[in-house]
Each structure stands twice: as C-alpha cells, then as structure tokens.
C-alpha cells in the first residue's frame, strides 16, 4: 500500500506559476508509475501528466503541453507538477495517484483506471 498527499495548490492569477507535490509513503516509490489528474466542478477526470517508475519517460495531456512539467525524486519519496502559464481553465482539484502494475521502468500509465491509489487532492484556482 501507499499513502498519498499533495500539496502546493493555492490561487494565482492568470499566467502565474504554482507547483504541486505529492508525497508517498509506504512502499518503495519507484515501484510506481505516477500520474497527476484534475477535475473541474460538472466534468470528468483528466490526466493531466503521468511519468514512468523510473522517471524517464513523460506525458502531459495537449492541454498542459509546454506549460506544465512533472518529474520525481525517487530518493524523496515525491512527485511534482510545476504548472506555468496558468489559464483560468486549469482551476481544477488536483490529485495524484500511483499505479503498482509494476510495469517497465519507462512505461507511462494513461488509463485511469489503472491507477488504484489516490492523494486527497488539492485545490488549484486561477484568476482571470
């Protein structure tokens, strides 16, 4: 098992930056493929970014591309979103999740429903 909490969302005006974290505790860390997802009120859940076990591959949904990064510190139990530019259409509950397949060590996860632990979320809310 794995427990999962962010933190890092707060309210920023439009073209502001925040970023995210997303820390684990239990099992080793880079046993998972990790994912950052959002939702917004009326619509479903979105991966936003996910990144491999290993962390050396990435994917971000067109919507963030270029504006949003995520990467992992294995070492610190942690994975992150920086999010730039932000536009008001990226306020959204943010939450993270882990994936424990095991797959390959660069193999992203982007079915939703194969992530099977989830962080509380955090609330990220941008201003126009």
């Known amino acids: 098992q794995v427990q999962l909490v962010e933190s890092g969302g707060g309210l920023v005006q439009a073209g502001g930056s925040l970023g995210l974290s997303c820390a684990a505790s239990?099992?080793?860390?880079?046993?998972?493929?990790m994912g950052w997802f959002r939702q917004a009120p009326g619509k479903e859940r979105e991966l936003v970014a996910a990144?491999?076990?290993?962390?050396?591959?990435?994917y971000y949904a067109d919507s963030v591309k270029g504006r949003f990064t995520i990467s992992r510190g294995n070492a610190k139990n942690t994975v992150y979103l920086q999010m730039n530019s932000l536009k008001p259409e990226d306020t959204a509950f943010y939450y993270c999740a882990a994936d424990s397949n095991m797959y390959l060590v660069d193999t992203i996860v982007g079915v939703t429903t194969e992530y099977d632990y989830w962080g509380q979320g955090t609330q990220v809310t941008v201003s126009s």
């Open positions: 239990g099992r080793t860390f880079s046993s998972y493929a």
């Open positions: 990144i491999s076990r290993s962390g050396g591959s990435t």
